[in-house]
T-cell receptor, first 113, second 116 residues
Framework: GENVEQHPSTLSVQEGDSAVIKCTYS??????FPWYKQELGKRPQLIID?????GEKKDQRIAVTLNKTAKHFSLHITETQPEDSAVYFC????????????FGAGTRLFVKA | SAVISQKPSRDICQRGTSLTIQCQVD?????MFWYRQQPGQSLTLIAT?????????ESGFVIDKFPISRPNLTFSTLTVSNMSPEDSSIYLC?????????????FGPGTRLTVL
């Protein structure tokens, strides 16, 4: 069945450094790739997404890249801050072409002050 | 984005009983979903709530255990039936199709269920 693998499971960085989280997906029909941030005890929040017709998207300190050929997509956070500490989930779906979202296992990011 | 609310926010229930969780959105949405999230784990889709028809369940989830209703485009319920301690989890509703953007999905605050 469809699968999304996410690495690393835990990531610890120093404040101000960059953090990179990588995901791979198996369903070649996937065309929508959202990223969620979940703080402890809170709901997952959609922070950025990318669609298959785009290779890169940036929003302030957050950027996502997509390589459809390799079925890879990544989240890049620059100038990390302690408030970036959370669990991040990548996901893949077919969007309107058969909507079902498959989530990665999550990455727990620690930003040390 | 829409305001998504869930009731109750948490509950402690006895084994063998049932609990119904409500999800309310302040605007009409095309899609509504129910997820389960075990502590420290990812999100697992239970089912897609279909308006006016039976929900579509994922592998490993059945209607007798998790009956779902969706009477209109803003409201859905999930019932966890005949509960056991293994059902202790966070249950989240999510919605898609806000403002015509079919693939963006937003989550409710979740219901933390503990079964004794």
């Amino acid at each position: 069945g469809e699968n999304v693998e996410q690495h690393p499971s835990t990531l610890s960085v120093q404040e101000g450094d960059s953090a990179v989280i990588k995901c791979t997906y198996s369903d070649s029909a996937s065309n929508y790739f959202p990223w969620y941030k979940q703080e402890l005890g809170k709901r997952p929040q959609l922070i950025i997404d990318i669609r298959s017709n785009v290779g890169e998207k940036k929003d302030q300190r957050i950027a996502v890249t997509l390589n459809k050929t390799a079925k890879h997509f990544s989240l890049h956070i620059t100038e990390t801050q302690p408030e970036d500490s959370a669990v991040y989930f990548c996901a893949a779906s077919r969007g309107a072409g058969g909507f079902k979202t498959i989530f990665g296992a999550g990455t727990r990011l620690f930003v040390k002050a | 984005s829409a305001v998504i609310s869930q009731k109750p926010s948490r509950d402690i229930c006895q084994r063998g009983t049932s609990l119904t969780i409500q999800c309310q959105v302040d605007s009409q949405v095309t899609m509504m979903f129910w997820y389960r999230q075990q502590p420290g784990q990812s999100l697992t889709l239970i089912a897609t709530a279909n308006q006016g028809s039976e929900a579509t369940y994922e592998s490993g989830f059945v209607i007798d255990k998790f009956p779902i209703s969706r009477p209109n485009l803003t409201f859905s319920t999930l019932t966890v039936s005949n509960m056991s301690p293994e059902d202790s989890s966070i249950y989240l509703c999510s919605v898609g199709g806000l403002a015509g953007i079919i693939d963006e999905q937003f989550f409710g605050p979740g219901t933390r269920l503990t079964v004794l």
